[in-house]
Every structure is written in structure tokens, then in C-alpha cells.
């Protein structure tokens, strides 16, 4: 059976045209939908927060510390600045004293009565020779160091002035300032060495009721109560009526408040 020329070519181009759609399939919709929006950034959690605050907190609280330590600090220097003033007067007052004579009352001198009148024991003493003019400049220059608060270059420098001048009127007075400058300086260890050469190096000295005294209070400071109480008992008890014996009387009785 012969099929017509016009049928064949009509099939032909049908096949042909089913091929060219399935090569090329209709594109995918989902393809072209739109995408969706980024994500918002998740907000602080509350932990975050609390945690913040925690900081700023902290800051403030470091703010204020360190205000109340400038206070402190201002306080601290005022409080030695008026030690060092009461050092300057009574030293003063003393070499006027010695310079006037033990036959002058301290009234007249030019000041109030100084800690003591008398040595311990109750034993009196000739007056000392007033010092040379070179002695009274070398231990003036030791003693500028001290009221500039050069504690521990006054120190040295009354070293060498007891060092060059043994024998020096001044060499007690010296040998007290010694041992200020470390009290002063909260060096107590050498404090309480220095301040028993006083009482042990010079037994006649004015200046060993005070000696005595800052050895009670260096005991104190190193929480040795039981000889610091001991030995400021012994003050009141030596030295009646004195301002040491005042000053023995009021740290006693803050001592019995601590518990001491």
C-alpha cells in the first residue's frame, strides 16, 4: 500500500516538533518566586542586659572609691603636716629652754613649759654648754630636712651630725629626731630601736620622757599591747602631771575601749 507524500511529511513535522518541546521542557514557577526578606537581628537577651547594668554599676562604685581615697589622701598629709609642725614648736621651745639655763622658767624663755622639767628618777641635771655655732648649723640643716618631710635624708643627716659631734649638747635631741623620722615614716622596727638608744644613750636627756612615750605608741603600732601598756603605765607613773603622762593617760584609755 503506497501511503501519500503529502501524509508522510504532515507526520514527519509532528514528530519533529514533540521533540523540540520535550528537549526544552516550560521553566519551574518556584524558580522565579521572590525571596523571602532577611531576618531581623535578635534582640539582647535579658541576660546581656543585667549583665550591662552589672558594669555600669561597677564604674560607678569605682568612681566614688576613688573620690573617698583623694579624701583620705588629703586628710593623711594635713594630719602630717601638723605632726610636723608640733615636732618643729616643741624642738624649738626645748633649745630655748637649754640656751636660757636650767635656772630660767620656761615661761620666760618664751614659751610653754616644755613635755618635762625634770630627768628621769627625779634627778636634776647641770646645764649643758650651748652648742658651737657649727654644731647649731649642722643639726639646723638636718632639721630643715625634717620639716620639708625628708624624713628618712634628715635621718642620715643626724647620723653623721651625732657621728661628727659626740659629745654635742645637741647629740640627744639629734638621736630623738632619728627615731621620729622613722615613726613618722611607719618604719616601727626602727622606730623603736632608735627611740631606746635615747633612753639608754642619754639617761639625763629632756627628751627621754618623750622617747619613752613614742615607744609606748611604736608597741601600739606593732600590736605589742601588753609592753605598750607597760610602758605608758610607767610614764604616768614617773612623770605625774606632765603632758606625756596626759598623753600615756588618753592612748591607755583608748586601748581599755579597744579592748586592748
Not at 516550560?26 to 537581628?41: C, E, G, L, V
Not at 583620705?72 to 610636723?84: G, S
Not at 629652754?97 to 622658767?105: D, T
Request: glycine share 6%; proline share 8%.
Amino acid at each position: 500500500m503506497i501511503r501519500c507524500p503529502h501524509v508522510i511529511a504532515v507526520s514527519f513535522a509532528a514528530v519533529w516538533i514533540g521533540s523540540v518541546y520535550a528537549a526544552d521542557p516550560p521553566p519551574d514557577r518556584r524558580a522565579i518566586r521572590p525571596s523571602a526578606p532577611p531576618a531581623a537581628a535578635p534582640a539582647p537577651s535579658q541576660g546581656l542586659v543585667e549583665l550591662l547594668n552589672e558594669i555600669e554599676g561597677l564604674r560607678e562604685q569605682l568612681r566614688e572609691l576613688r573620690g573617698q581615697l583623694e579624701v583620705q589622701t588629703h586628710q593623711l598629709e594635713q594630719t602630717k603636716n601638723r605632726q610636723l609642725q608640733a615636732m618643729v614648736d616643741y624642738d624649738r621651745r626645748l633649745r630655748e629652754l637649754e640656751r636660757h639655763g636650767a635656772g630660767q622658767s620656761p615661761e620666760s624663755a618664751g614659751g610653754p613649759p616644755p613635755t618635762v622639767t625634770a630627768p628621769p628618777g627625779g634627778s636634776t641635771t647641770a646645764p649643758r654648754a650651748a652648742p658651737t655655732a657649727a654644731e647649731q648649723q649642722q643639726y639646723d640643716a638636718a632639721f630643715a630636712l625634717m620639716k620639708q618631710g625628708l624624713y628618712e635624708k634628715a635621718a642620715k643627716s643626724f647620723r653623721e651630725f651625732i657621728g661628727l659631734n659626740p659629745r654635742t649638747a645637741l647629740a640627744d635631741n639629734a638621736q630623738y629626731w632619728i627615731g621620729e623620722a622613722a615613726y613618722v615614716g611607719r618604719d616601727f622596727r626602727t622606730a623603736l630601736d632608735e627611740f631606746g638608744k635615747v633612753v639608754n644613750d642619754y639617761p639625763q636627756s629632756l627628751k627621754v620622757p618623750d622617747a619613752l612615750l613614742k615607744i609606748g605608741y611604736t608597741h601600739y603600732e606593732l600590736s605589742a599591747y601588753p609592753k605598750a601598756r607597760e610602758t605608758l603605765t610607767q610614764i604616768v607613773a614617773r612623770y605625774p602631771n606632765t603632758a606625756v603622762a596626759r598623753s600615756a593617760e588618753q592612748r591607755l584609755q583608748k586601748m581599755s575601749k579597744e579592748g586592748r
